[in-house]
């Protein structure tokens, strides 16, 4: 699945942006919310969350990079989160969080930094719709993917497939062109991608890429 995210989108031409990557094929939307907390930076909050909604069909998933998330589940169920996902570090308590978040009835999903190991993922796995691996610092678009996390997805792969689960793996952070195939081939079923589609100069062409690899990949 592709899951734009607007964090690099045009926010004066918002809607005509997502109606061009929802018309090119994108599975999910992808909202990047930030406290200037958790990490160093300030993006947007639930009533954008609610905007996007109304602009698209699209399921939401969106990604809290806040500290104290428990505060907040309730207003982004009620924006239309479909996916809400969760960084374990920010989160004393994840059960009870990601508990919280399936009774509201949003899909849960955990993010991990890139250094964090996949160990604080052990107690947790069963219980979530997907793992967010990180690939670059949260925080900012446009930064440079970190090539560990190739071997780290593949490790994670396999922690799922030994526990016989079905929990999507999505990837986020400098994935563009030059390394969706690899990224596929090693087991990510969500690719986020900010700069790569609504920097590029022609968006729907910058999509027809992305899921051209995609499809090669996958074969
Ligand atoms: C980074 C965000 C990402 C960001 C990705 O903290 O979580 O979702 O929008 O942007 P690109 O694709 O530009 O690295
Ligand atoms: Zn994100």
Known sequence: MLAPSILAADFAKLGAQIS??????????????????????????????????????????THLMIENPDFFLDDFQKAGTTYLTVHVEACPLLDRTVASIRQRGMKPGV?????????????????????LLMSVNPGFGGQKFIPETLAKIRSLNEMIASRNLKTLIEVDGGVDESNVADLVKAGVRVLVAGSAIF???????????????????QN
């Open 20 to 61: 061009v990557v929802e018309k090119a094929g994108a599975d999910l939307i992808h909202l990047d919310i930030m406290d200037g907390h958790f990490v160093p930076n300030i993006s947007f909050g639930p009533a954008i969350v609610k905007t996007v909604h109304r602009l698209t069909q699209l399921p939401l998933d």
């Open 111 to 131: 993010s991990l930094k890139p250094e964090t190991p996949l160990s604080a993922l052990e107690g947790i796995l069963a219980h979530v719709d997907l793992v």
């Open 199 to 217: 920097g590029a100069k022609d968006i729907s062409q910058a999509m027809d890429a992305f899921r051209a690899n995609i499809a090669l990949a």
